[in-house]
């Protein structure tokens, strides 16, 4: 049932073409993991090569979560590698990875609703950028929350605060992004217009995993997508290759 | 693109330069337990110097039980700071994510109470 897939093609090279071997930013290996004693994961395999955007899909429940809190360095597996940039860093402290430049924008964003748009991305400076470059940084990306800069986080509409959330994890300059849930509480249109960001900051040459319950908006602008299912890959490719297979994954057929 | 290239050699560089912990969260445990039983001792040993320095006049074995209850002493305060370390700081840490989680909720429920006109469908 477990897929062991790189998008190099572990298995199939001809089916999956992709990036040389190596070239793997983030590379997760047989990864178990358990919430006190009771396992979630049960030997992930997958792979963000370098540059490339990677959309791991799969119903609630899947187990897609935990396994970007896993690559982030928020949960510890109890089996399996995890390798950034070619490096096995299991028990590398999250705050370590995201200060090199690892960034998880979480699901429910993550921002604090009570501190202002400014203050919110004032929290950045921790990276060494100056407020004004966080700042011309983010306006630059998200135009709208120049306008609500003095506005309490918690009260934009939830595209803003997912826009938020986005910049302040972009303001760190990340080489490799985690996104989890982008979608989340969003009308459609707000997250067609949050996926076309993505598309953006992917051109910039960051490398971006996102994990989302909602696939087809997500496919249009990944690389390589993953089915998860009960705490397996149950299917790996192109985009084009998985549409079938999603109706699939999530009815549990 | 070569800005971005050099962010992901720069990222890389940092990666392969970070120093690692062996991922072991039983340790925590292994210190927790040390450090009670460090506190335990502590208490106990003083205890054992109280009687012991009162039943002789001889200054010799009264120094004795003075040495062994500061050793208690010193025993309890590294047993009490281990414990504050290993069990306290991941307390706080929850409570901390617990008030802002109930900050969020406070203001999602400010925001209902004021008809929601504030909070733009999205």
């Known amino acids: 049932m477990t897929a062991h897939w790189s998008p190099v093609g572990a298995k199939a090279p001809s089916e999956t073409p992709g990036p040389p071997a190596g070239q793997n930013l983030l590379e997760l ?22 540059g490339s955007v990677v959309a791991l899909l799969g119903p609630n429940g899947a187990g897609k979560t935990t396994t970007l809190r896993v690559a982030s360095g928020l949960h510890t597996p109890s089996g399996g590698d995890v390798l950034v940039a070619g490096r096995r860093i299991n028990g590398a402290r999250p705050e370590e990875l995201a200060r090199s430049g690892m960034c998880l924008v979480p699901e429910g964003r993550g921002i604090f609703p009570n501190l202002s748009v400014r203050e919110n991305l004032r929290m950045m400076t921790y990276s060494g950028r100056s407020l004004h470059e966080v700042e011309e940084f983010a306006f630059q990306r998200f135009p709208r929350l120049r306008d609500r800069r003095s506005q309490l986080a918690g009260t934009l509409s939830g595209g803003e605060q997912q826009m938020l959330a986005m910049a302040r994890g972009l303001a760190t300059k990340p080489a490799l992004l985690l996104l989890d849930e982008l979608s989340m509480g969003l009308a459609p249109i707000i997250v067609e217009e949050l996926y076309g960001i993505v ?25 390589y997508a993953a089915i998860m299912v009960h705490g397996r890959i149950a299917k790996v490719g192109r985009p084009n290759e998985l549409e079938a297979e999603l109706s699939t994954a999530y009815l549990g057929a | 693109m070569i800005e971005s290239q050099d962010r992901v050699e ?18 925590d445990r292994i210190w927790l337990g040390i450090g009670i039983a460090l506190l335990i001792a502590g208490v106990v040993l003083a205890v054992i110097a109280y009687p012991m320095s009162h039943s002789t006049t001889n200054p010799l074995q009264q120094n004795d039980a003075i040495t062994l209850a500061l050793a208690g002493i010193v025993s309890a305060v590294v047993g009490a700071a281990l414990f504050l370390r290993y069990s306290i700081a991941s307390f706080l840490r929850f409570w901390l994510a617990r008030l802002i989680y109930e900050q969020k909720a406070q203001t999602d429920r400010l925001l209902e109470a004021a008809g929601g006109d504030h909070k733009p469908p999205s």
Do not use: C, H, W
């Not at chain 1, 290996?29 to 370098?50: E, F, H, K, N």
């Not at chain 1, 040459?205 to 908006?217: C, D, M, P, W």
């Open chain 1, 29 to 50: 290996r047989d990864i178990r993991a358990a919430y006190d004693g009771i396992d979630v994961l049960y030997g992930v395999d997958l792979a963000v090569p370098r």
């Open chain 1, 199 to 223: 598309a953006q900051i992917a051109q910039d040459g960051v490398s971006i995993l996102v994990v989302e319950q909602f696939a087809r908006t997500v496919l249009g602008v990944a690389d």
């Open chain 2, 10 to 27: 720069q990222f890389q560089r940092e990666i392969a330069d970070m120093k690692l912990r062996n991922p072991a969260t039983s340790r």
